[in-house]
């Protein structure tokens, strides 16, 4: 089970930074990832981190802006954003799988979402 959190309003230029805190002991063997959903648009992925944390994969549109990172210990994820635009405005949503995938079709564990608004 994935419980997301840390959404809110933010704006323009501001910075954000999500949890998604995972239950069970075997976290450390799934790929965690974050996925967005904007109003209208399909949920289209954003980051994943594997899970020893050594590597990472992101989407061109946060690149430089956007860092996910893990705690195993605490069993949560995390996604720092910066610079944040109003076009990063969406429900995100932290997922998790036993393989690493760019599709939400590809993870088998999905959090409740949370929302962020990033306006003026």
């Known amino acids: 089970q994935l419980q997301a959190s840390g959404g809110g309003l933010v704006q323009p230029g501001g910075s954000l930074r999500l949890s998604c805190a995972a239950s069970?002991?075997?976290?450390?063997?799934?790929?965690a990832a974050w996925f967005r959903q904007a109003p209208g648009k399909e949920r289209e992925f954003v980051q994943a981190?594997?899970?020893?944390?050594?590597?990472?994969y992101y989407a061109d549109s946060v690149k430089g802006r956007f860092t996910i990172s893990r705690d195993n210990a605490k069993n949560t994820v995390y996604l720092q954003m910066n610079s944040l635009k109003p076009e990063d405005t969406a429900v995100y949503y932290c997922a998790a799988s036993t393989m690493l995938g760019y599709v939400a079709s590809r993870y088998n564990y999905w959090g409740q979402g949370t929302l962020v608004t990033v306006s003026s």
């Open positions: 069970g002991r075997t976290f450390s063997r799934y790929v």
């Open positions: 981190i594997s899970g020893s944390g050594d590597r990472t």
